[in-house]
């Protein structure tokens, strides 16, 4: 099964649970804690736990605080960039559409496969910039990461999250704080 697939196929196992697909809806409609979602779903608060951390990691939700507590919420960007990478596809043999200058636009193409994923990084700095930005656009400005986000973001794009991220941060685009990374403007 080609890396596309794989992609889709763990999203789709992921929400086939009834009891995340619940959490999903309640976090897309406003930002809740363990012991409210558990009350609400009549569920223990640790099996809450056990689903949100399977949804963390996969970066659908995140957690933040809210009124001086804990409080998950949905990251629709991640679902947003699932979408884009599996539909603006298209067809086999349909090139992915990519913003951007000409320039942008072929050194995307020439480092990406049709999966949206990184072939390899770039050796050359003016290209791995522009793949760097490229992937910089899957962090939401205002929005904070932990470090397991962060790689799971990049992991969707290529298996060394360590030296794109380390690039990002070197390059000042995100900022990094106490394990929480941002996206800087």
Do not use: C
């Not at 070197?170 to 800087?184: H, M």
Request: aromatic share 6%; hydrophobic share 40%; charged share 30%.
């Amino acid at each position: 099964m080609d890396t596309d697939n794989q992609e889709v196929t763990r999203f789709f196992r992921l929400l086939i649970d009834e009891t995340r697909l619940k959490i999903i809806g309640v976090v897309a409609q406003r930002p809740a804690s363990v012991d409210q979602l558990a009350k609400l779903l009549k569920i223990k608060p640790s099996l809450v736990s056990h689903h949100l951390d399977m949804l963390t990691e996969a970066a659908l939700v995140r957690t933040r605080v809210v009124s001086g507590s804990h409080a998950y919420e949905l990251q629709t960007g991640t679902l947003h960039a699932l979408a884009k990478r599996h539909l603006a596809a298209g067809p086999p043999g349909i090139a992915i559409e990519l913003d951007g200058d000409a320039y942008e636009r072929k050194v995307l193409a020439d480092f990406m496969g049709r999966d949206g994923r990184l072939k390899d990084i770039p050796a050359q700095q003016k290209k791995r910039d522009v793949v760097l930005r490229y992937l910089l656009n899957q962090f939401q400005p205002g929005e904070r990461y932990s470090e397991k986000q962060v790689n799971a973001i990049l992991k969707r794009f290529h298996d060394d999250t360590a030296s794109i991220r380390r690039a990002m941060v070197d390059n000042r685009w995100l900022k990094r704080e106490s394990g929480i990374y941002w996206r800087v403007e």
